[in-house]
Every structure is written in C-alpha cells, then in structure tokens.
C-alpha cells in the first residue's frame, strides 16, 4: 500500500522522502519550544514572583535572542559547518536547556535559556535551509512543502502546551519543563536516524575546512569554546532586558547594510530579489511584534480576564496557547492546495500579496481582542470566542505569511548567501520579539489592554494595505523568480 503512494522513486505523497524526516525532526523540536514558552510567562509571575512588566521584558528578550542567533548559526553551516552538524549541534545544546529549566532556581533559569537560545540558532535556520535544498529552483511543490513542514512545527506546538502546560500548571513547573526535553531528545534521534533519506544536502561546503585550525587550535574546539562564553554571556543579558533591546536596535541595521553591501555587487536580478526579501522582511516583522503578544500580552490576558469555564471545568491557561496550532493543522493542507491549484491556473499570488492579506487577517484577529477587552472592562471578564476567534484570524494570516516567507528566501536568495538570508528572515523575528515585550508592557500602564490592541489593529491594517499597493513593484524585482 505504501508503494501505490509513492509517485516514483524516492518520493512520498509527491514529495522527497527527506521532507517527512524533517517534518517530524521540526516538530518534536517545536514541542520542546513551545511547551517551554506557553509556561513560560506564567511561571516568571506565579513561581519566580516577576512583576508583570519584568516578565514582559524577559520574555521579549528571550524571544529577541532566540531569533538573531540563526543569523550566526545560518552563517556557520553554510561557510563551515554544513547544516546536518549544525543541527546536531544544536539539538543538544537545547536539549541540555529544557532539562536545565526543570531545576527550579533563578540561576538555572537565565541559565536555561541562554541554551535554548544557543541551540536554536544552530538548529533553526539550518532545517528550514534543507527542506528548500530538496527543490529546484522553480519547482512548483516548493511552496507547499514549506506549508507542510509548517503543519509539522505546529502539530509539535500544539500538543505542547496540552501536554507540557498541563503537566507544568497542574502538576509542577519542573514536571513541564522535563517533558518539553524529552521532546527535543527524540526530534534529535529523528534526525540522525533519517539523515540518508535526505542525500547529499547539507553537508560540511568544505570538509577539510573542519581539520584546519585557528591560531594552532582546530576550529571545532574554537567554536566549541566560543559556545561556552556565549551561554553565560547570554544568561546575564537576559536579567538585563533593556541592554538586549538596545542591542538588537543597534546590531540589525549593520546587517541590513551587509546585505545592501552583497546586493550592490550582484547581478541587477540578485539585486532586485534580494530588496524584495528585505522589504518581506520589514513587513513581517510588524507582523510577528504583534503575533508574538500571544505569548505574552494575551497569555496573561487569558489568564485573568477570561471565563475559562466549559461545562464546569475551567480550561488551564496555557492549553489556549493550542488554539492556534491546532487551526494550522486544520488549515495548512487546505492552504497548500490553494497555492498548487492557483499556481497551475497561473493565478497563484505573489508573495507580497500573500504578505498584505497576511497583515489584514491579523488586525482583523486584534478587533476581536479589542471586543475581548471592552467586555472585560465591562464585566470583569470576557467570553472565550473573541480569543478563539481572534486565534483563528492569526492563524489564516500566518498561513498567508510564514511558510510563504520561509519559502520566499530559498527562492529567491542567491545561493551563496541562502544561509544569511534565512537568518536575516530570523533576525527580523528577534527585532520584532523585542519589540513584542515593550509593546506587552504597554498593556500595565495607562493605556491598558484595549488601547494596546487597538494601536496593533491600526499598524497592521495600514501595513498590508501599503503591502498591497507596493506589490506590483515588487513583482518586477522578482525577475520571474515566483
């Protein structure tokens, strides 16, 4: 029966068999993420004592250095240590993390994170580089593989927060944070037993370059060594909020420049395509300064102002940090066909035009959270529709965006720089991680819940309508690339 499903040779359900090993690698990895994150807020306030806005600025942190590593770990594997041995890397390195956090100390906390943080680089952007390397460039399955590979990371996130935010809110923190390591762990073994379906993609660009050695020391232990400084260094900075967002304000418009600096001296294609992911780039980081409130702003929102009780039983806070996972589930097949059926037709959207539809589906989602808190206000709590609805309308706009900006960089990056691209895409998500906790914290001061969501329903909105306009342009400078 398994061979009627395969079209022809090495392929399953139309698609490289290495996709689904990457499929199931990702999201066991996303388990251990997010189980991790949907406890995450709840227990610097209720375990830890954190004053909200504390919490919030962590969290923001966090979030920020979760995302720039990538740019680093992207980096490496594509100059030195290919994509297969980054993964391992860091597939340990936050394994080490998860079962770190189950130790209920401050010091284990920051501690914890900061590997997190360091595996996530080498892992991140490195999975998603395979998953593209399995395409040509021009093949029409690109998009919905991406899109597949995406309800892969949300099938991880959504039982996450079910079984660890359970196991974490009900049973003890430490039980929580121990089940989201046991994740990592078997997305890890997934990986090394499935490596040979994925053929010669990610290996070491030179393999001899492992053997060299930099200032009489081989360059393995120098990374080695520099992982060892970075985690404490990072522990430290995380307990210093502020300095991390000066930080990646300062630190991203270099990179920016590095990229104007490539695009400069590349072919007038390049040049064009590569100002298209850099405009996707900006647009997508408003984009997720917003979705990211969901683990922050929202969590705590859900937490107190909303009447979690269904036929009696009142639904643990973390198990809402499902709700959107499990939409994408629902939806990501659906959304792939879409893409395929509009791609054969010659009327699938480029993707700008994805991107603005994308910004408007999620304003559309923050009216609902403004409705949410006017009803709070009112009574003191909300019914759970607006926020299953306003997850609902996150999630359709995420379909819109997210698999189609992974997919977009592989695309139309050139192939010497696909590695910095993609961490660039990742680096934008920790400028907009960043900016999430400043904007949570907003909700503690004057201008409280509903101001705040109405002031997201405004940026988002007016940026997918600028979207929408630009990207007729923007389809120019793609140079037939889609």
């Not at 590979?149 to 079910?162: E, K």
């Not at 121990?178 to 030179?206: C, D, K, N, Y």
């Not at 920790?430 to 949570?440: E, P, R």
Request: proline fraction near 5%; charged fraction near 15%; hydrophobic fraction near 50%.
């Amino acid at each position: 029966m398994i061979e009627g499903l395969e079209k022809r040779a090495g392929e399953f359900f139309g698609h490289p068999k290495g996709l689904f090993v990457l499929f199931f690698s990702e999201l066991w990895e996303r388990f251990s993420f997010y189980g991790m994150r949907a406890l995450l807020v709840l227990y610097m306030t209720k375990a830890l004592q954190y004053a909200d806005e504390r919490a919030y600025g962590i969290y923001g942190a966090y979030v920020g250095f979760v995302y720039a590593t990538p740019l680093i770990g992207g980096m490496l594997a594509d100059r030195f240590l290919g994509a297969r041995r980054a993964i391992v890397i860091g597939g340990i390195l936050m394994a080490f993390g998860h079962f770190s956090m189950a130790i209920e100390h401050p010091v284990f906390f920051f501690g914890a994170m900061a590997l997190i943080i360091a595996g996530n680089g080498f892992f991140k952007p490195n999975i998603s580089t395979l998953v593209g390397s399995l395409y040509k460039r021009g093949d029409a399955r690109r998009d919905g593989a991406f899109t597949i590979f995406y309800m892969g990371i949300n099938i991880g996130a959504g039982l996450a927060p079910l079984l660890c935010g359970y196991f974490g809110e009900r049973l003890g923190w430490h039980w929580g944070f121990t089940l989201a390591g046991v994740g990592m762990l078997v997305g890890l073994s997934v990986f090394l037993w499935g490596q040979h379906l994925i053929g010669e993609f990610g290996r070491p660009p030179r393999p001899e370059a492992l053997r060299e050695k930099l200032a009489g020391i081989p360059k393995p232990f120098v990374l080695y060594a520099a992982i060892l400084l970075f985690v404490p260094f990072a522990a430290y900075m995380l307990t210093r909020p502020a300095w991390v967002q000066t930080g990646v304000y300062a630190i991203a418009p270099l990179f920016v420049l590095y990229v104007v600096f490539e695009a400069l001296r590349s072919s007038p294609e390049e040049r064009g395509r590569l100002f298209v992911i850099l405009v996707l780039i900006l647009f997508s980081m408003l984009f997720w300064a917003s979705f990211e409130q969901a683990g922050s702003s929202m969590n705590i929102f859900t937490d107190r102002h909303v009447d979690r009780h269904v036929f009696g039983w009142e639904v643990p806070t973390t198990w809402f940090q499902a709700v959107n996972p499990a939409f994408i589930i629902l939806l990501a097949i659906p959304f792939s066909t879409l893409w395929v059926r509009l791609g054969r037709a010659g009327r699938n959207p480029s993707s700008p035009v994805k991107f603005g539809f994308g910004l408007l589906q999620l304003a559309l989602g923050f009216i609902a959270m403004v409705v949410a808190a006017s009803r709070a206000s009112d009574n003191g709590s909300s019914h759970l529709f607006w926020l299953v609805l306003a997850y609902f309308l996150h999630t359709t706009g995420e379909l819109c965006l997210s698999p189609v900006g992974l997919s977009t960089v592989t695309k139309l990056s050139p192939v010497r720089l696909v590695g910095l691209m993609m961490g660039m895409w990742f680096l934008s998500s920790a400028f907009a991680g960043v900016l999430s906790g400043q904007i949570a914290a907003l909700t503690g001061a004057e201008a409280g819940y509903q101001r705040v969501f109405q002031m997201i329903v405004y940026f988002a909105g007016g940026a997918g309508i600028l979207l929408l306009l630009l990207s007729p342009f923007l389809k120019k400078l793609e140079y037939g690339a889609e």
